[in-house]
């Protein structure tokens, strides 16, 4: 390749690495306006009781509209992350959900589940932000639940017990998010103060496969320490009938209902008066 390239002198990035050093940089530097651009916005996807299939939860999941190009979390919430600016971002987040859910007219029960980055959960203003969001929200603290990725209980466990101890001090709910892919042992499972664990959409894809087991010692797991379960990516008729059928309490995934804005989830939850109002 160089001989080719001739007079060329030899690259110190190839191409492909500078092209996604400069990506990342525009977006980093996109990240830092996209509040007061009021370029965020939330969707939310119904989580269903497995029983009778009635929304019991709306996860919010943030999206970007970063000039016209729609940036998914997988891209910029790591960045964010990195950069630090995940705070003010995940206030954000809060704010707008709590305020949401408070106004949902067709479900005055359901929780809308907010996910949380471990840097928030770690700073020391969290649990001051969330009375503040609640406060001045109006939205009841059971309303609220909170989604940690396993991953947070790896590093710095003293600090996040704590953190979550005050957290369920104030009757908000927690969940694992996307359990058994975060590298954390079993046996720190029996003393977690968390409410629910959700099964990652890995095992639910390979239901059919090794992933069964898998999901049944995890029910089997949450039973015995009393924690719910929700199985998220549930993409099919065969899987939802099969994660019941095992005992999950909690479905969600595109079979049942992809994240919508808002103002759609209304139509979803009532689709016949809707159209009269
Ligand atoms: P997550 O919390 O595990 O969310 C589930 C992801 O799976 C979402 O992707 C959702 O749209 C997608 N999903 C749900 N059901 C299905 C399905 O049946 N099939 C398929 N293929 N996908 C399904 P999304 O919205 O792109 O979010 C990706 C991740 O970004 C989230 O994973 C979460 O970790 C993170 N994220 C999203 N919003 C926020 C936020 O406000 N704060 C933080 N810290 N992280 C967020
Ligand atoms: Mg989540
Ligand atoms: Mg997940
Ligand atoms: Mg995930």
Redesign the pocket.
């Known amino acids: 390749e160089q001989k080719r390239s001739g007079k060329k002198r030899p690259r110190l990035f190839s191409n492909d690495l500078k092209e996604k050093i400069t990506a990342s940089q525009m977006i980093l530097e996109g990240l830092q306006h996209a509040i007061e651009r009021k370029q965020f916005y939330?969707?939310y996807?119904p989580i269903l009781t497995a029983k009778d299939n009635v929304s019991f939860a709306f996860?919010?999941?943030?999206?970007w509209n970063f000039n016209g190009k729609l940036i998914?979390?997988?891209v910029f919430?790591p960045l964010?992350?990195k950069s630090g600016l995940?705070k003010e971002?995940?206030a954000w987040?809060l704010n707008r959900a709590c305020m949401d859910a408070n106004h949902w007219q067709f479900n005055q029960q359901a929780a809308v589940s907010?996910?949380?980055?471990v840097i928030?959960l770690m700073d020391d203003g969290f649990i001051r932000l969330l009375d503040n969001c609640l406060r001045s929200s109006g939205l009841a603290p059971e309303r609220l639940h909170l989604?940690v990725?396993e991953s947070t209980f790896v590093e710095n466990k003293v600090k996040v017990r704590q953190q979550l101890e005050q957290i369920q001090a104030r009757n908000i709910d927690i969940s694992i998010?996307?359990f058994g892919t975060g590298y954390s042992s079993l046996s720190q499972l029996q003393s977690l103060p968390v409410n629910y664990v959700?099964i990652?959409?890995s095992f639910v894809d390979n239901i059919e496969g090794k992933g069964e087991a898998i999901i049944r010692a995890t029910l089997f797991i949450a039973r015995e320490l009393h924690y719910k379960t929700i199985a998220?990516?549930?993409?099919t008729k065969d899987q939802a009938a099969a994660l019941s059928a095992m005992g999950v309490d909690y479905l969600?995934?595109?079979?049942f209902a992809?994240?919508m804005k808002n103002e759609d989830l209304i139509v979803w939850q009532n689709p016949i008066t809707s159209i009269f109002s």
């Open positions: 939330l969707c996807q996860e919010a999941l943030l999206r998914g979390p997988d919430i964010a992350e995940i971002i995940g987040v907010v996910n949380v980055s928030q989604e990725t998010d996307d959700k990652d959409k998220e990516g549930v993409e969600q995934g595109y079979y992809k994240p």
